[in-house]
């Protein structure tokens, strides 16, 4: 038996019915659809969605986003509080519209996460060649700026006929629910065969469940791990963001509590274990903690768990000190399981940590160890707790509140289960070292591409998939000036999300990178130009609280602490999307990492400030090491 529907009508269709399962518990793959409509998908996918939602508005919800780029965004940010199992397609109209995915289309990919993007393609027929917003490769008949989706997607496709969709929904399908292969998944699709009519087999919209498998690590590898972690005498766990998506929160704590191996933490891999848990030793690397970077520069052994090591986590090569330390590697992925030369256990994180804590048996690292690193701890909680409650003297002297104070406020305030969003500036770092997760879903920071404008897009991704979760948007002012249109989203679907605007007059961080490199923060600052030609005038007037309120979005100005403790009660009791609007002082940071990030810096210059920072960077890059030595027995 047969259907006939257009190609963008069985497309629709066919995704109604996908669903994931994993441990027996299944649920909707793609959850709904995010969209602007444009000439290259309006009659085309746009028709279709419009049929189906007439038909059954649950089918596959469509919700109407601003920008194309901030729609993957949402999409990236929803899959990631889902745990990959779930996530969004993303339909554009051709041309800029479609290219504006690209940028979305990367962040979802460097940070494996499953998105559907079907951007809008030229002709198949080449009829009316070249139509609006086309590209004409004066070399190639069959290149689109679609072409251009294929280095940031783990799988792409374009459905020039439509006898070429369903191979290609099948491979997008698996693509999405591969917990090695995810990230974006591109089919383009072009405007003509979108509205193409076609006799579809019954079967291609049939429910189909894909499973999610949690790989077994192998005995033989199992049991060369166990030799590594019984010889090992200052172990240090790299929890990374495989133990969310995992779901091995339990497996991790059990296996800390019983080795007693302190446990550190990347963006991706923040709360999986409750800050205050005895074996919590908080952020490493580049933004990390005092007392976990103290353990990492001394570790023998390096237990990466669900990790890519990162240049932050790893310090660019320079958190790892120990002239024979050696890595165990476990993670779903060989390809991130052989990073440093580790020995790699390529599993699921639960299946890993529950076979390691088996074979090892009643093995735990010296007490002393363990006890060293519960002070260095105690030590860096005390640090913490100076940063969000800093004495009334000092606070006098500074006036403004800084914005250690305003995360440390937010923090206190918000609920254990509230779920804190930010991707870029100084914030992520200073949230990475400070922000105390009570909640293993309690943090959500982009860091894999750091992408400005990801915050509010992305906190409406959180509130989707977990709609009964506050979301606290901490978004500077630099941030939000690249990418605020979502919030007439959020406006548009009564999406609560709290948006914690903080205006330091321009790109903090990159302002405070500049001054350590000796370019003495050139650019960074929002200010008018000068009658000498330079941008160092007055700041730059602009009324950021206005702009919120023109979405027509509620903001609370504060200007003091307690001011800002009553802003976030009133954001808590609110019903539908609200903002904070908190002025701090850009030229107060965090506390410092006593850690390395590295940045080049220029070799020769006739700025004495650049000299100076010249000569500091070339004393940090001796610390660098390869990590190259193999993990056999009398290496």
Not at 555 to 569: F, G, K, M, P
Request: net charge negative; proline share 5%.
């Amino acid at each position: 038996m047969t259907v006939r529907l257009t190609v963008a009508q069985a497309l629709v269709r066919f995704l109604s019915v996908q669903y994931s399962e994993r441990d027996g518990l299944r649920q909707r793959l793609i959850a709904g659809s995010l969209g602007i409509f444009g000439h290259g998908n309006v009659a085309g996918v746009g028709q279709a969605l419009l049929q189906s939602e007439l038909a059954d508005p649950k089918a596959l919800p469509y919700i109407l986003a601003r920008n194309e780029q901030a729609m993957v965004h949402t999409a990236a940010a929803f899959a990631r509080t889902r745990d990959r199992l779930q996530t969004y397609a993303c339909t554009a109209s051709v041309g800029p519209g479609s290219t504006n995915m690209v940028t979305g289309a990367a962040l979802a990919t460097i940070n494996r996460l499953p998105v559907l993007i079907l951007p809008s393609d030229v002709f198949a027929t080449r009829v009316a060649t070249p139509v609006l917003q086309e590209l004409e490769s004066f070399g190639a008949g069959d290149v689109s700026v679609n072409d251009a989706f294929r280095p940031v997607s783990k799988y792409f496709d374009r459905v020039w006929r439509p006898e070429q969709l369903p191979s290609a929904l099948m491979n997008a399908m698996r693509v999405l629910t591969d917990p090695v292969e995810t990230g974006a998944v591109t089919l383009a699709l072009p405007q003509d065969v979108q509205a193409e009519a076609y006799d579809w087999p019954d079967e291609l919209f049939a429910e189909r469940t894909w499973y999610v498998a949690r790989p077994l690590p192998e005995a033989s590898i199992v049991d060369k791990a166990v030799d590594l972690l019984r010889s090992a005498r200052r172990p240090l766990i790299v929890a990374g963001g495989g133990v969310h998506y995992s779901g091995a929160e339990d497996a991790l704590r059990e296996f800390a509590e019983r080795t007693g191996i302190p446990v550190s933490e990347t963006q991706a891999g923040k709360g999986s274990l409750s800050y205050d848990h005895p074996q919590s030793v908080g952020a490493v690397g580049s933004t990390g903690t005092t007392a976990a970077n103290a353990l990492a520069r001394d570790a023998d052994l390096v237990i990466g768990i669900g990790t890519r090591y990162s240049d932050f986590t790893s310090a660019s090569r320079t958190a790892f000190q120990d002239p024979r330390v050696k890595f165990l590697n476990i993670n779903v992925a060989r390809f991130d399981s052989t990073k440093h030369a580790g020995l790699p256990v390529v599993a699921d994180a639960w299946e890993a940590l529950v076979s390691l804590g088996s074979a090892l048996g009643e093995w735990s690292v010296d007490a002393k160890y363990t006890a060293a690193a519960q002070e260095l701890a105690r030590t860096w909680n005390g640090t913490v707790d100076a940063v969000f409650r800093p004495s009334a003297e000092r606070r006098a002297a500074e006036g403004l509140l800084t914005q250690g104070e305003v995360i440390g406020t937010v923090n206190e305030l918000s609920a254990a289960s509230d779920v804190v969003v930010c991707a870029a500036g100084s914030m992520p770092g200073d949230l990475h070292k400070l922000w105390r997760t009570r909640d293993p879903k309690g943090y959500h920071v982009e860091y894999g591409y750091s992408c400005m404008g990801y915050e509010i897009a992305g906190g409406l991704g959180v509130r989707l998939g977990a709609p009964d979760r506050d979301v606290f948007v901490l978004v500077g002012d630099g941030s939000y000036l690249m990418m605020s249109s979502e919030l007439a989203t959020a406006v548009q679907e009564n999406i609560k999300i709290i948006v914690v605007l903080v205006q330091n007059h321009g790109f903090a961080s990159i302002g405070a990178l500049s001054e350590s490199l000796g370019s003495q923060r050139f650019g960074t600052a929002y200010r008018k130009r000068t009658g000498d030609g330079r941008l160092d005038g007055d700041y730059l007037p602009i009324d950021l609280a206005a702009n919120v309120r023109s979405f027509g979005v509620d903001v609370i100005d504060v200007h003091t602490r307690t001011d800002l403790e009553q802003a976030i009660r009133t954001a808590k009791a609110a019903t539908g999307p609200i903002a904070i609007h908190v002025t701090t002082d850009p030229l107060i940071g965090g506390p410092d990492s006593d850690s390395w990030w590295d940045v080049p810096v220029s070799e020769v210059s006739e700025l004495r400030s650049t000299q100076a920072a010249a000569a500091s960077y070339e004393e940090s890059k001796k610390a660098q090491r390869p990590y190259l030595a193999p993990v056999e027995e009398g290496s």
